[in-house]
């Protein structure tokens, strides 16, 4: 059983060292080739003197060489950072001068777009390029060729690490302020890996179609699943949604994860075959999958399995619905994942009783480190829970979500909201995605989201942007009249703004934050 990250696509070589890892369009790499790239890498990395846990970040789209750089920094004893490809250069900056990165790895393009933001990067000490174009980089720094560290040569000794130490920094968004880095753990990564490709039953000749960002530790995962067991990766960067489901087909994906942005848009699509056929599971995570978005999906797909999942980057993935319960309760986000328990409290830390809300609480190998270079940040998440922690020499810490749930008298949980999203209106507190789900169940949108918007006499009012459906027109008295027949008063929206698309962030998820900001004067003249 592998107890490194690093461990997971070395072993898998070892076993079947023939068996296909990774594909990009035309390219396609065995075990032993990705074995053998990143073991290359992690001794040029000691070579050029990278010490123990020196931080080696990846600015590169999806393509082979970003995943050999995060395994490869990881077998090396280092740690990795993966930058989003579409963030731009002050927001790379930013993560490149939090992080303290040592070794930067992207394109000879992108390193152009970044060479301001280098001259301000004080810890970084060398450029490895992909590329053989020339790039203009500021004096000190050391600029190497991805080629050149592949060539063969001596072997050097990788630092020795344990399951305990850090292996990588993934930056999280929040509501306010710059991107935080969640310092992840050997163990949380390898136990989440773990975990994950045990309940979604995967086996080598599964072929995992991996869409979402490695930046995102759900897009991550879909490396580190597929490499646990020994199945392959097929990259993709996609333009549009049509593009996922035509590469379903060709590539004869059997597993795919996605977010509720993107499920939307594919559940209006036609599955060409032989995507049904192959297809063998879906995963959600990111947010709740509307209930018809998910019962299109399951009419398309009707001998796919659906799991739908929770998880916070702070401890990578908490909870799954069973596939066998999504008729019985769709609108469940199921219970813990395999090593891993989740409470719901009060916020003295109390347990709530069925149907309660409460504060979400995860413990178990999957916590994380905290947060990079922020005491205060990790001390307002990371705190211990008083009925496991009495008696213990040392305090065991559980990550407090910030998300209100509640637990049924079967054990079975369900998203409220965010603390931070929360509105709230009239006296009360209302979700966003029970708003959200009337809304989809018209048929009349695409897309649409729910923020609340300061309101001089309600506190915050319901604002709805939203998307119409194909061939549906933007008729915001329609979906009034179907929200005033499904919903309390106090819950339906005082104002509906329809878009063409709705803004996402870097993670594909609907960028709230933006759309708050965006809509908070629409009642500052004095409404009623």
């Known amino acids: 059983m592998s107890e490194l990250l690093f461990e997971l696509p070395l072993r898998s070589a070892e076993r079947s060292p023939n068996a296909p890892a990774l594909a990009l369009k035309e ?45 490869g920094a990881a077998r090396a004893g280092c740690a990795f950072v993966p930058v989003n490809p579409l963030l731009k250069a002050p927001q790379v900056g930013h993560i490149l001068r939090d992080s303290n990165v040592r070794v930067l790895i992207t394109s000879p393009e992108r390193a152009v777009t970044l060479e301001t933001e280098l001259q301000t990067c004080p810890d970084l000490r060398h450029l490895v390029l992909t590329g053989s174009a020339p790039v203009q980089v500021p004096a000190g720094l050391d600029v190497l060729r991805w080629e050149d560290l592949q060539k063969a040569g001596a072997p050097a000794r990788s630092h020795r690490v344990i399951d305990a130490d850090m292996v990588s920094i993934f930056y999280t968004s929040g509501s306010t302020g710059k991107p935080k880095g969640v310092v992840l753990s050997h163990k949380n990564m390898v136990t989440g890996a773990t975990s994950v490709s045990r309940y979604l039953e995967n086996v080598p000749n599964d072929r995992l179609l991996a869409v979402l960002p490695f930046s995102f530790d759900y897009g991550f995962s879909q490396l580190s699943t597929a490499f646990n067991v020994g199945a392959s990766v097929v990259l993709m960067d996609y333009l549009f949604p049509k593009d996922v489901v035509a590469m379903v087909a060709q590539e004869k994906i059997t597993g795919l994860a996605g977010v509720p942005p993107l499920w939307v848009q594919l559940a209006d699509l036609r599955w060409p075959e032989p995507a049904p056929q192959s297809l063998r599971y879906f995963t959600n995570s990111g947010g709740a999958m509307p209930v018809a978005t998910l019962t299109k999906l399951r009419a398309s797909l009707p001998r796919t399995r659906p799991f739908l999942m929770y998880g916070l980057t702070e401890a990578f993935r908490s909870t799954f619905l069973p596939p066998e319960e999504v008729d019985r309760r769709p609108e469940s986000m199921g219970k813990a994942i395999p090593n891993a328990e989740i409470l719901v409290v009060r916020p003295d830390g109390s347990p709530c009783v069925p149907n309660e809300p409460g504060e979400l609480v995860h413990r178990g190998s999957l916590v994380s480190l905290g947060y990079w270079n922020d005491p205060a940040k990790t001390a307002e998440r990371f705190k211990p829970l008083p009925q496991h922690s009495a008696g213990l020499v040392m305090t065991e810490m559980a990550v407090w979500s910030g998300d209100t749930v509640r637990l049924d008298e079967e054990g079975f949980l369900y998203f409220i909201g965010r603390r931070d999203e929360m509105i709230k209106t009239s006296g009360y507190r209302v979700s966003p995605t029970e708003v959200e789900e009337v809304v989809f169940a018209t048929g009349l949108v695409a897309d649409a989201a729910a923020v609340g918007v300061p309101h001089p006499t309600l506190g915050q009012a319901i604002a709805i942007v939203a998307a119409p459906a194909p061939g549906k027109n933007s008729d915001t008295n329609a979906l009034l009249d179907a929200c005033r027949k499904q919903l309390p008063a106090f819950m339906v929206p005082h104002h509906i703004e329809w878009r063409e698309s709705l803004p996402r962030n870097p993670n594909g998820k609907y960028d709230r934050p933006r759309l708050a900001a965006e809509m908070k004067t629409l009642f500052a003249a004095g409404a009623t």
Do not use: C, H, N, W
Not at 27 to 43: C, N, P, T
Not at 57 to 63: G, R, S
């Open 27 to 71: 390219q396609r790499l065995d075990y032993a080739s990705v074995a053998g790239s990143l073991e290359r890498f992690a001794a040029a990395l000691v070579g050029i003197g990278l010490g123990k846990l020196e931080r080696v970040a990846v600015y590169l789209p999806k393509q082979p060489e970003t995943v050999i750089t995060m395994f």
